[in-house]
C-alpha cells in the first residue's frame, strides 16, 4: 500500500500538467481515483438491491471489471434508457451497463464495448387473444415498447420503410414489468421487450407468451461517454471481456442468470405432488423436528422449504444463496449455521430466520397476515416490506392487512413509486408471488395429511385453500 500513494501523486499530479484526468486518460483517473462509476438501470435483469445486497447480472459483470481494475465500484441508476446516455453524455459515468442493445444510432454517438450476451426482440401478447403472426398483424394493435429503447428506434425504422400505419407507446421508465402489466391486464395487446427480460419474468405473467420475434439477434454492449480519453477505457474493458469469455467465467454468469430454468420449473402441481410422494418422506421427520423446536407449524416450514430448493439440500443459486432453505451467506451466519448444505442445519436457520423476521414485525400485526408478511421480508428484506407497507398505507390501504400489502408490492418495481419510499427499487412482485406460492404449497400439505388421517372422507383441496390464494391467480415463481 505504501508504494501506491506516491504512485497516485505522480498520476495526479501528471493529471493536473495534462488540464485533467477526465479530458486525458478515463482509465488513468479511474485508478488514481480507485473508483468506477457504473450507470445502470433497476430490472430483474440487471441491478437491484435485494436482502444480499446488490444483484443482477450488470451489477456481477461490472463488479468484475471493478475487481480485476482494483477499485471499488459505484453503481448509479438512471430511471430511464435516455436517462443512462444523458449520463454517459454528461461524463457522469465511466460506463453504462443495462441491458444495452447495439444500435446503429447509438454507436455513432457513444463508444461500445464488444458483445458479451446476445438478445432477441420479442412480441409478447396475452394468450386466449388473437396471437400476431408478423408485422402486417400488428398494424392496429395497441403496442408498448420501453421509451428510448433499440425496440422503438426498430419500429421507427420499419414504420419508415414499408409500415406507415405502425404506431405504439413508448413508455418512459427502465423497467419492462410495466409493459408486461401493460398487456397482462388488457392495457396493451402487445409489447416488445428483450428476450432475456421476458423469460426472467415470464413466470410471474403465465398469461403472456411470445407471438414472434422482431428481428434478428442483438448484441449486449457498454456504452462509454463520447472522447478520446476513454479509449484506454475501452480497450481495457474488451481485453477483461475477451479474458473471462475464454476462460468461462462469463459463460457461467450468463448461464446463472439467464440461461437455467430451476425458476420456472418449480412451476405445477404434478411436479409438486411427484415430489410430495419421492423427496418429502426422506425430510419429513428433520422438517417436524425443526418446527418443534422453532413453535412452527411444520407444514409450513415444509411449504417454505419446497419453494425455496424443492427439497434439495445442496441447491445453489447463482446469488450465493445455498441449501434446503436457501440462506444467503450472511444470514446463515447470523443464523449460526456452519454448513449450509446440512439440511438439519439449514432449516434451523430458516426457522430462525424466519421467527425473527416476524418478531420484529411491528406488534400490531396479527396472525395469518403477520406470517405472510414475516415471509415476504424473508425474501426481500424487511426494509423493502416496509416500505410496501407504508405505501399501501398512503395509497388508502391497511398496512396490516397482507392482501393489501401483496397488492401494493409490485409497485416497489415502478419509479413513480419507489422513488418516494426510503429503500428505493426491489422485487416487490417476486416477493408477492414467493408469499402466495408458499401459502399454496402450504394448503396442500395440510390437505394432504387431513385427507390422510380422515380415510373415509372425501376431501377437496380447494376447500383448504385460503379463501385469498383459493381467488387470487396461482403465482408460479
Ligand atoms: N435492450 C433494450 C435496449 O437496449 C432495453 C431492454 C428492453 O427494452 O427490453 O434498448
Known sequence: MMCLRPLCLILLASCTVLAG????????????????????RNSPTTYYLDKSGAAGFEHDLAQLFADDLGVELQMDTAYSLGGIFRRLNRKEA??????????????????????????????????????????????????????GSSHEQTL????????????????????????????????????????????????????????????????????FPPGRAYTTLVERADAFLATILADGRLTKLREEHFGHNTVLSRVGSHVFARNIR???????????????????????????AYQESHWDPEATSHTGVRGMMMLTGPTAREMGVKDRLDPLQSLRGGARYLKDMRRRLPADIAEPDRTWMALAAYNMGLAHLED????????????????????????LQKREHYSTTRYGYARGRQAASFVQNIRHYYSILQWKDMSASQPGQPLNPLDFLPEAVRNERFLAL
Open 21 to 40: 484526468c477526465s479530458r486525458s486518460d478515463a482509465l488513468q483517473q479511474i485508478l488514481a481515483d480507485s473508483e468506477l462509476v457504473v450507470v445502470s
Open 94 to 147: 465511466h460506463i453504462a451497463a443495462a441491458g444495452l442493445s447495439l444500435t446503429n444510432a447509438r454507436s455513432a454517438q457513444f463508444a461500445h464495448s464488444m458483445p458479451y450476451a446476445n438478445l432477441i426482440p420479442r412480441v409478447i401478447y396475452r394468450t386466449g387473444k388473437r396471437k400476431p403472426s408478423g408485422l402486417d398483424d400488428l398494424q392496429d394493435l395497441q403496442l408498448v415498447v420501453l421509451a
Open 156 to 223: 421507427q425504422d420499419l414504420q419508415a420503410a414499408a409500415w406507415p400505419e405502425l404506431t405504439w407507446e413508448s413508455v418512459r421508465g427502465a423497467d419492462t414489468m410495466e409493459l408486461l402489466e401493460r398487456v397482462d391486464s388488457g392495457d396493451a395487446d402487445i409489447a416488445v421487450i428483450d428476450s432475456n427480460e421476458f423469460r426472467m419474468q415470464h413466470s410471474l405473467y403465465s398469461r403472456l407468451d411470445v407471438a414472434f420475434n422482431l428481428g434478428d439477434e442483438q448484441d449486449m454492449v457498454w456504452y
Open 278 to 304: 419421492g423427496k418429502l418422506p426422506v425430510y419429513r421427520d428433520l422438517i417436524r423436528q425443526v418446527a418443534v423446536e422453532y413453535k412452527l407449524d411444520w407444514h409450513l416450514l415444509a411449504a417454505i
Open 388 to 411: 410496501a407497507r407504508a405505501l399501501t398505507e398512503r395509497r388508502g390501504g391497511d398496512p396490516h392487512v397482507w392482501s393489501d400489502v401483496m397488492e401494493n408490492l409490485p409497485l
